[in-house]
């Protein structure tokens, strides 16, 4: 009898084992991994292994290389620059840096634009000789009226459209006193320069 119950608590274990591998076991916050579950993972840790060893010696190598590549190049555009600065006169330079001699209908239709693009956006410009000495170069005196995010947009727009490559200077922005017919205690007032235009008046 006594080898009967060894015999039959040992069946008792081997099935339990088997199921376990097969199907795994959870005691509580335990987990025992089934064969399937432990192959997965395992396959799933090659392929980590396996791209992690693809972005080593590949994608980094061509990455790195890339970089490089920039940097040099980076490197001899600074050198040109640096070059250009050194043998160049102010005059020269500045010359240089303003590429474009604006026709007066482009320039206010474009700007007239962005201001209505814009709403809410009152505009005003006001053009003086520039300070070069060049026939045909201004600086335009800006004056913005508006709510905060226009005069932002209005601002981002113009600096970052290619065909005009205007630059900002002496930026300033207050607030406007409210109006009591409409309502609007929002509106800021911005002013600023762009000095240096090339404009065909």
Known sequence: MRKFL???????????????????????????????????????????????EKLITVTFKNEQSNLNESYKQLLIKKNEYADLVLYSSESEIEKATRTEVY???????????????????????????????????????????????????????????????FRINNFSLVPVASNSETGNSNSLQATFTVENVGINL
């Open 6 to 52: 060894i015999f039959l608590l040992l069946l008792l274990l081997v099935v339990a084992g088997f199921f376990m591998v097969k199907d795994g076991l959870n005691i509580g916050n335990y987990r025992i991994l089934s064969w399937r579950e432990i192959k997965d993972n395992n396959e799933k840790l090659d392929g980590e292994i396996e791209n992690l």
């Open 103 to 165: 026709e007066t209908e482009f320039l206010w239709t474009k700007l007239g634009n962005y201001a209505t693009k814009n709403n809410g956006i009152d505009m005003k410009i006001d053009v003086v000789k520039g300070s070069s000495g060049e026939e045909n170069v201004y600086n335009l005196n800006f004056t913005l009226v508006g709510e905060y995010v226009n005069i932002s947009d209005f601002l981002s727009s113009i600096e970052n459209d290619s065909k005009l490559g």
